[in-house]
């Protein structure tokens, strides 16, 4: 299941400072070589599978791990695509 990849994606993100490192790198590619990275780093979901998850995840969170997510990293711009900028 895909939504179970998400979470996994999104828990990587906030325990694992290499996975953190690895996804800062695939932001730097061009956008059409992103999605075949991260799949290459073995996630797949769709943007509205990672939304949900953040949707749910972020209120949950406490406030030094919110931090992990400041304006213009991945929620901004996840948010964005579905429009339910946090």
């Given amino acids: 299941m895909r939504l179970k990849d998400a979470k996994r994606f999104f828990r990587d993100l906030m325990e694992?400072?290499?996975?953190?490192?690895k996804c800062i790198e695939i932001t730097m590619l061009p956008k059409r070589e992103r999605g075949m990275a991260l799949r290459a780093l073995g996630y797949s979901f769709t943007p509205k599978e990672l939304d949900d998850v953040l949707c749910r995840?972020?209120?949950?969170m406490t406030?030094?791990?919110?931090?992990?997510?400041?304006?213009?990293?991945?929620r901004d711009i996840v948010m964005g695509m579905w429009g339910n900028c946090m």
């Fill in 57 to 60: 995840e972020f209120y949950l």
């Fill in 16 to 21: 694992d400072t290499t996975t953190r490192g």
């Fill in 63 to 74: 406030e030094g791990e919110r931090r992990l997510f400041g304006p213009g990293d991945l």
